[in-house]
C-alpha cells in the first residue's frame, strides 16, 4: 500500500481536538509487474548467448502448418481449394477443346451447362446443344478440397540458468539478511516477470553449502561459521552435473558480508568458476556497521577487498557507494551498505541487454 498520511500526527491530526475534521489520506494498491515494468525498463541478464548445441522448445500458441485432402469444414482453405477448381476446370475445358475444336468460352460454358461431366460437356459441343445463355461459373468438387492441418508452434530459447547464492552464516545479522534478501527478492522477481524460460537455482552456505528451494532461501535462517568457498563450490558442481556452459547461459550471484574463514580457498574456487566462461559471476557484500565486527574487518579486510587486490575493475559510484566492472572476465562486485543501494546494484547487474 502506498499513502500520504498527515505530516503531523495520524487521521485526526497532532494536537486537534477530536471533534475537528481530519486529513485525507490516498491509499493506493502498486502491482509487482508495473514496478518491475518502471524500475527495469530496458534492463536484462548481459551478455547472453545463443547456445546452438541445446535449447528449449517453447510453445507459444498454434500454427496452420499444413495443407491436406482431408479435414473438417471450419478448417477448409478457401483459397488453396479455389485454387484447385480452377486448375481442374482449365484441364477439363483444354480437354475439351482438343476433342470438339471449340473456343475457351465455348469449352467452359458446356462444362458448366454439363454440371462438370466432361464427357457429356463433349457430347454437348458435337451435338451443337450449346446454351450460351449459361454463366460459366467454377465448379467446385470434392477432390478440390483442401484444409489446413493446425499444429503446435515452438519458438527457440537457448537456455539460461541463474545460480544464487546467500551467506546465512552467523555473522548475516538481521539487517544484513533482509539486504540480501531484499536485492536477491527483486531480482528473482525480475527474471521470472521477464524471462519465462530462465531458471533459477538457490544455494545457501554457513561452513558447508547446500542447495535449497525458493522457500528456504528467502524465509529460513541459520547460523554458524563461514566458508565462502562453499557456495562456489557448489555452483560448479551444478553447472558440472546439470548446466554446462556449452548448453547453458549461466549467471551466478553471491551475497555475503565478506567475512570469510578461507579467504585464499574462495579465491581459488572464484577464479575456477571464471575460468569455465560462464556468462557473469557477480559478487556483493553487504557492509552495515557492528559493534560486534571483528577488528580484521573494520581495517577493510574483507572478501571485497581481497578480490579487488587480486583482479583489476573499473570502479563506478553512484549513492554513495561502490560498483565494479571486469568487462573482460564478465566480473561485477559491489558494496551495499543500506537499502538505498539495492536498485543501484539491480542495474548494476541487469545492465543494458546486449549479445
Not at 102 to 111: E, V
Request: aromatic share 10%; hydrophobic share 40%.
Amino acid at each position: 500500500m502506498i499513502g500520504r498520511r498527515p505530516k503531523d500526527g495520524d487521521g485526526q491530526g497532532k494536537g486537534k481536538a477530536a471533534n475537528e475534521p481530519g486529513e485525507d489520506y490516498i491509499e493506493a494498491e502498486v502491482d509487482i509487474d508495473y514496478l518491475i515494468q518502471i524500475m527495469f525498463e530496458d534492463l536484462g541478464l548481459p551478455w547472453i548467448e545463443d547456445k546452438t548445441t541445446a535449447h528449449q522448445l517453447v510453445p507459444s500458441g498454434w500454427k496452420f502448418d499444413t495443407i491436406s485432402k482431408v479435414g473438417i469444414l471450419p478448417r477448409i482453405h478457401k483459397k488453396r481449394t479455389m485454387m484447385e477448381a480452377i486448375k481442374r476446370n482449365e484441364l477439363f475445358a483444354a480437354e475439351i477443346r482438343e476433342v470438339t475444336g471449340c473456343n475457351h468460352d465455348d469449352a467452359l460454358i458446356a462444362l458448366a451447362q454439363a454440371s462438370g461431366d466432361i464427357n457429356l460437356a463433349i457430347k454437348i459441343i458435337a451435338t451443337a446443344e450449346l446454351d450460351r445463355s449459361i454463366d460459366p461459373y467454377i465448379l467446385i468438387e470434392d477432390e478440390d478440397m483442401r484444409y489446413k492441418q493446425i499444429e503446435q508452434d515452438y519458438e527457440i530459447h537457448s537456455n539460461a540458468v541463474v545460480l544464487a547464492m546467500m551467506d546465512v552464516s552467523g555473522s548475516m545479522d538481521t539487517d544484513k539478511k533482509y539486504l540480501c534478501r531484499s536485492l536477491l527478492f527483486w531480482l528473482v522477481e525480475f527474471l521470472k516477470k521477464v524471462y519465462n524460460q530462465v531458471q533459477i537455482r538457490f544455494i545457501v552456505h554457513t561452513t558447508d553449502a547446500r542447495v535449497v528451494d525458493e522457500e528456504t532461501f528467502f524465509h529460513k535462517g541459520e547460523s554458524g561459521g563461514t566458508y565462502c568457498w562453499t557456495a562456489i563450490e557448489k555452483a560448479l558442481y551444478l553447472i558440472d552435473t546439470e548446466y554446462p556452459v556449452e548448453d547453458w547461459n549461466v549467471y551466478a550471484i553471491y551475497v555475503s558480508d565478506g567475512e570469510d574463514f578461507d579467504v585464499k580457498k574462495t579465491l581459488d574456487y572464484i577464479k575456477e568458476l571464471l575460468n569455465r566462461n560462464i556468462n557473469m559471476f557477480s559478487y556483493n557484500e553487504i557492509d552495515i556497521a557492528d559493534d560486534d565486527r571483528p577488528a580484521w574487518a573494520d581495517e577493510g579486510a574483507t572478501l571485497l577487498s581481497d578480490i579487488k587486490d587480486t583482479w583489476e575493475f573499473v570502479e563506478e559510484k553512484e549513492s554513495g557507494t561502490s560498483f565494479y566492472k571486469n568487462e573482460h572476465l564478465r566480473f561485477l562486485a559491489s558494496l551495499l551498505r543500506d537499502k538505498t543501494h539495492i536498485y543501484p546494484c539491480l542495474k548494476h547487474i541487469l545492465f543494458t541487454k546486449r549479445k
